[in-house]
């Protein structure tokens, strides 16, 4: 058996502390942290000070805790430094150009996925997203894109500890549901999200594929409803041939 390495244990509450204030939608409170995280009150509170000594965390005016200036730095030098962001970005200007929207980059992270790039649209009225935002699978354009890019059995197992929570009146809350658009972005290679992560906005995403087979990110295009085209194809199609591109750059850079 390996020897623990002294410190691990307390190294490894931290990070998953960590993780789970930066997946939050809103800043945690402390009673909100001993509720979700499971750790004793003194435990937690020196997991915060260790954080917030370190200034991975902040404090708000309120007393809530986000991620602080220092994870921010460290996790803009990880974004800079990532192959998959450098190989994709001209297919995903290209992607933006050619549908006039904007184009988000998504990876796995956690239980979920987060965007380690986006394209702007041009147009006036864009989307309010960040790079480094957490995205749910269940209920984004990228994360069902990507569930479906997953074999089988292993996406039948990352749903089963999926809660299908509502983060729009139109999000998908049925797991059978759930379960046939996935199947049906299998059949045609990409999705279509009606609005279920943001009102106002549809999105089209696809799966990029790594040399074994396996989704290595997704990548959707975002238009506002009002602002969408009748002729869906102007986006999929468009859209389908940037991941294509980057996944056959992919397997000529790592095959």
């Known amino acids: 058996m390996a020897k623990q390495v002294q410190g691990t244990q307390s190294f490894a509450r931290s990070i998953g502390l960590l993780q789970h204030i930066a997946d939050r939608r809103e800043p945690?409170?402390?009673?909100?942290?001993?509720a979700e995280c499971g750790f004793t009150r003194p435990t937690l509170y020196r997991l915060l000070a260790g954080l917030e000594a370190e200034e991975l965390i902040t404090r708000t005016a309120d007393r809530k805790y986000k991620p602080g200036l220092r994870l921010i730095s460290l996790?803009?030098?990880?974004?800079?430094?990532?192959?998959?962001?450098?190989?994709?970005?001209?297919?995903?200007?290209?992607?933006?150009?050619?549908t006039?929207?904007?184009v988000h980059l998504?990876?796995?992270?956690?239980?979920?996925?987060?965007?380690?790039?986006?394209?702007?649209?041009?147009?006036?009225?864009?989307?309010?997203?960040?790079?480094?935002?957490?995205?749910?699978?269940?209920?984004?354009?990228?994360?069902?894109?990507?569930?479906?890019?997953l074999p089988q059995q292993e996406c039948a197992e990352l749903l089963e500890g999926i809660e299908l929570i509502p983060v729009t009146p139109f999000t998908t809350t049925d797991p059978r549901a759930l379960a046939s658009q996935i199947e049906?972005?299998?059949k045609r290679g990409f999705i279509f999200d009606d609005q279920e992560n943001?009102?106002?906005?549809?999105?089209?995403?696809a799966a990029i594929m790594n040399e074994s087979g396996q989704p290595a990110a997704a990548v959707s295009v975002s238009v506002?409803?009002?602002?969408?085209?009748?002729?869906?194809?102007?986006?999929?199609?468009?859209?389908?041939?940037?991941?294509?591109?980057?996944?056959a750059r992919i397997g000529?850079?790592?095959?």
Do not use: W
């Open 106 to 149: 998504a990876v796995r992270s956690g239980g979920g996925l987060v965007y380690i790039d986006k394209i702007e649209s041009r147009e006036t009225v864009r989307m309010n997203s960040t790079i480094g935002t957490p995205v749910p699978l269940h209920s984004s354009g990228v994360g069902k894109a990507y569930l479906a890019a």
């Open 184 to 186: 049906l972005c299998r």
């Open 224 to 247: 506002p409803l009002f602002r969408l085209r009748e002729d869906r194809n102007s986006y999929a199609a468009p859209l389908l041939e940037c991941v294509k591109d980057v996944s």
């Open 28 to 34: 945690p409170g402390l009673q909100d942290l001993l």
């Open 198 to 205: 943001e009102v106002g906005i549809v999105c089209f995403g």
């Open 75 to 98: 996790a803009r030098r990880a974004l800079g430094q990532s192959d998959i962001r450098d190989l994709a970005r001209p297919h995903l200007e290209k992607l933006r150009d050619v």
């Open 252 to 255: 000529v850079a790592f095959g």
């Open 100 to 102: 006039g929207e904007t």
